[in-house]
């Protein structure tokens, strides 16, 4: 019996990592700053392939990892800096800029790296309970995304630089008139954005097969779980990756892999019609 | 004065002269072959090869004098996994630019919206993977393996060896499908259980629920029909997870090279039958190895599709020699005499006239906990019987339909 509850307890985690792992980056990008980045799987695919790189040439895979999410913060700020920063008072615009930089990176990649790189290995460790046995490495994506939930909270709640960069997001032209300066804060919270996105592809290369592609496998979820969240990054990604991970453990457990995923938009839908404003427009105004 | 205007008659004669030879050569226009294999997109990791194979076979041919002194031009597109450009791009490969030769598909989801509009010209199409079997198309040429090469060859070893219980994992589309319903047909044959199927949509590239459920299932061997790369994940998650479990495959290690893409042991104790794999070790295939690596030294792995793309177009040259035309009638003519063969890399393989698809030598292969590749059976040459068994005659008639063991022709 406590096999069984156990596995339940897993196979949530597992979904709700995977969630809230692909949605944080775009949480800031899209939620906060209103960018509808479509090359979000593109900075996924950037820390997948930078850690796979350095893993190969002998650096320990935890340090690839945050190598890898620094890269894809540093190439964000230079793509905000180049061309995003051009489309913040055109948002369908800047979903077409950046469709055309997820064509054209993936297309670059194929020709560079070619079609396929060949896997570093999940890192060593199961565990069995009852009839079962699991992959150590799963609760640890489980951990790290808890982890980026905190660090989440902590720097937009806690931290001064949170604190003006959502004052910014709100009003930008106060802000500014404040004294903040709103080209520095877009900046850096595009870089985390990408930086959250990169880690991401870190933390799931070991698991996968690397294509060039490969972050279309990210992108609907994301989307997906920051829609039904809503504006309020913190109050709406969380409980919407609660929410969508029940619905799609439970229905992945009794009825398949097919089932789970129409069981899941089917709810984003509905979700979408009853409460246009997404997760948190409830929780936040029940808070208030 | 003079001299220079000689000079320049001279010139202008040498020019002429060269320009006439030039024109009795474009008398002899080259031989359009059309070809359709995605270099990007979700599959570019299996379709470069087939792209690579084509060009090597296309290069060698024309080398040698090119196909009734013809030689071959080959038009390439893109059709980048999307169904909806195989058949854009098929329409303007077969109207506009009216190829002699269509080639190519990689899902069988993209060969079934190709074969409509093949069906409604007279121009031959040449499908160059192993697939679900079952299509009786006298448009069409099969040139890759079919269940009863593959399954009825690997599915009963696998009871002997491992067990009668198997779960099955598949891509949830044609391909899949099908394949499984092969797998229940043959396990229902030899008294076996399948404990657990799994259908999974395309893109879905996590699989502890999977895992978990084959766990609970208790299968003694997994046959795994899984396609692409985000479904190729599962390998490395199962091995993660220590699910230890022998697999089966039609489709694995020498189609998607897995063994090469994942670090060991993920692939460890799968096996699979293949009419070529890489480490095939006869003189023959090291010797196409060796020009193949010549050409393009940074492929990673040889697949079963580049080296049936790579046969595609010397059977085409055969066909095409032996008719003394390009028309499919004629060719067709020729596969009725079940003398369309030609030598391969793997051994001799013919067309068989009644499904026109391709008798194959097929061996039996295992992957180590090192990925090495082992031969563990050879089963010689078998022939493409299923559909001719069934009652599909393209020498008769022309059915243009896909059978599957509960799709049966209808006795007439």
């Known amino acids: 019996m406590s096999a069984e509850l156990f596995s339940v ?22 939620g906060m700053m209103g960018v509808i980045n479509m090359a979000h799987g593109e900075f996924i695919m950037c820390g997948a392939y930078v850690t796979v790189g350095l893993v190969n040439l002998g650096v320990p895979l935890p340090i690839a990892q945050i190598l890898a999410a620094l890269t894809a913060g540093i190439i964000g700020m230079v793509v905000e800096l180049l061309i995003v920063r051009r489309f913040y008072k055109r948002p369908l615009d800047s979903l077409l800029a950046t469709w055309g930089l997820s064509l054209i990176v993936t297309q670059s990649m194929l020709l560079i790296v070619g079609s396929a790189v060949r896997g570093i290995g999940t890192p060593e460790g199961s565990f069995a309970i009852g ?36 004052a910014t997001m709100q009003n930008a032209a106060m802000a500014k008139a404040l004294g903040a300066r709103t080209g520095r804060i877009y900046s850096i919270s595009f870089g985390i954005g990408t930086a959250l996105a990169g880690l991401c592809g870190a933390l799931y290369a070991p698991t996968m ?63 979408i019609r009853v409460l246009p404003e997404g997760l948190s427009s409830v929780l936040v105004r029940r808070g208030r | 004065m003079n001299s220079g205007r000689i000079f320049g008659m001279a010139l202008l ?90 080639i190519g598909g990689i899902t069988s989801a993209s060969r079934e919206a190709l074969r409509p509009i093949v069906d409604r010209t ?116 199962a091995a993660a997870a220590n699910l230890n479990l022998p697999m089966g495959s039609s489709i694995k290690v020498m189609l998607g090279f897995e063994h090469k893409r994942f670090k060991p042991p993920a692939l460890n104790n799968m096996h699979a039958t293949a009419n070529w794999f890489e480490e095939i070790d006869t003189p023959e295939a090291n010797d196409f190895k060796k020009r193949w690596h010549a050409k393009f030294p940074d492929e990673l792995y ?23 035309s390009t028309k499919l009638e004629d060719m067709r003519k020729v596969i009725a005499t079940g003398d369309a063969c030609i030598d391969a890399p793997e051994g001799k393989v013919c067309i068989d006239p009644k ?58």
């Open chain 1, 9 to 30: 307890f897993y196979q949530f985690a597992d979904v709700f990592a995977f969630l809230i792992l692909s949605a944080a980056g775009l949480a800031i990008v899209f």
């Open chain 1, 131 to 166: 009839g079962y046995t699991f992959s150590t490495y799963r609760l640890v994506l489980f951990g790290c995304a808890v982890a980026v939930l905190a660090g989440l909270y902590v720097i937009f709640m806690k931290m001064r630089f949170g604190v003006i960069a959502r």
């Open chain 2, 122 to 237: 007279s121009t031959p199409y040449f499908y160059t993977n192993q697939y679900e079997g079952g299509v009786c198309d006298a448009s069409m040429v099969s040139m890759g393996a079919v269940p009863e090469q593959q399954f009825s060859t690997l599915i009963p070893w696998m009871v002997q060896k491992f067990g009668k219980k198997v779960y099955v994992i598949a891509a949830d589309y044609n391909f899949g499908q099908i394949s499984a319903e092969w797998n229940r047909k043959i396990m229902k044959d030899l008294g076996g259980e399948v404990v657990g199927e799994e259908f999974i949509p395309l893109g879905v590239s996590q699989f502890a629920q999977t895992i978990q459920n084959i766990q609970k299932a208790k299968p003694d061997w997994l046959l795994t029909i899984n396609v692409g790369a985000a479904q190729d994940s599962f390998f490395e998650q």
């Open chain 2, 13 to 102: 004669g040498a020019v002429l002269v060269t320009a006439t030879i030039g024109a009795a050569r474009a008398a002899d226009p080259p031989l359009k072959v059309g070809l359709l294999e995605d270099v990007s997109g979700d599959l570019a990791f299996m379709g470069m090869p087939k792209l690579h194979g084509s060009q090597l076979a296309v290069e060698e041919i024309n080398k040698s004098g090119g196909i009734l002194g013809r030689q071959i031009e080959l038009i390439h597109l893109d059709p980048q996994g999307d169904n909806a450009r195989y058949q854009e791009f098929g329409r303007r490969l077969l109207n506009r630019d009216k190829v002699d030769v269509l």
């Open chain 2, 302 to 324: 040889i697949n079963d599709m580049g080296y049936n793309a790579y046969n595609a177009l010397y059977m085409y040259k055969a066909l095409v020699e032996k008719a003394k």
């Open chain 2, 355 to 412: 499904s026109q698809h391709t008798s194959h030598r097929m061996r039996l292969i295992s992957v180590g906990p090192k990925h090495e590749v082992t031969v563990e059976k050879d089963y010689g040459t078998i022939q493409p019987y299923w559909l001719g068994e069934i009652g599909c005659d393209l020498t008769k008639k022309n059915d243009k339909d896909q059978y599957t063991p509960s799709h049966l022709p209808s006795k007439s």
């Open chain 1, 209 to 271: 097969t690397l294509i060039p592609t490969m972050g279309a496998t990210f992108v609907v979820e994301s989307f997906v779980t920051v829609v039904i969240g809503g504006a309020n990054v913190l109050l709406g990604t969380a409980p919407a990756a609660v929410f969508l991970a029940m619905i799609r453990m439970a229905l992945n457990a009794s009825y398949g892999q097919i089932i789970g995923q129409i069981g899941m938009l089917f709810a984003v839908i509905l979700i």
